[in-house]
């Protein structure tokens, strides 16, 4: 669920966010950087794809934690925080968005040493059908892999 994109001219990491539905904070973990000012025209970075079709997006309001708003959505807060790229000890502060799974689908985060086959082993769905339903897969660590339920 990720595409590469090539750094244009004047883009900034809130233009790119902006372009692709996501957040700056999402773009830095994802590419692994760190200041606003690292990236440069004609590199290429990686880009979250297709989030409104697998994703809502909720604020986070003052008292809430991962634990209560996973609870709230039914879901499992570890796959939370990895969607979001935290960790379950990081902080979260009122404002902040982030993503919340739709349900009617089933989320993998990939670990170092996934195949194509283990994942579509993970999913119990054809390797054809993982590859179609995830136009683009680098399996990297921690990438977000989708499949309908």
């Known amino acids: ?3 590469k994109y090539l750094i244009q001219e004047n883009d900034t990491l809130k233009s790119i966010a902006d372009k692709f539905g996501t957040t700056v904070d999402t773009l830095k973990n994802i590419n692994n950087i760190y200041f606003d000012d690292d990236i440069r025209q004609g590199m290429d970075i990686i880009v979250p794809k297709n989030k409104q079709q697998y994703f809502n997006y909720y604020t986070i ?3 809430d934690s991962l634990y209560k708003i996973a609870e709230r959505y ?7 925080a990895s969607l979001n790229g935290l960790d379950m000890s990081d902080y979260i502060y009122p404002n902040q968005e982030i993503l919340i799974p739709k349900s009617g689908f089933s989320y993998y985060i990939t670990a170092e040493g996934d195949t194509i086959d283990t994942v579509a082993e993970v999913f119990k769905i054809s390797k054809d059908s993982l590859l179609n339903q995830n136009e683009t897969i680098y399996l990297l660590k921690d990438q977000v892999l989708v499949a309908r339920r």
Do not use: S
């Open 1 to 3: 669920m990720y595409d």
């Open 61 to 63: 309001e003052a008292g």
């Open 74 to 80: 039914n879901i499992n807060p570890t796959l939370l």
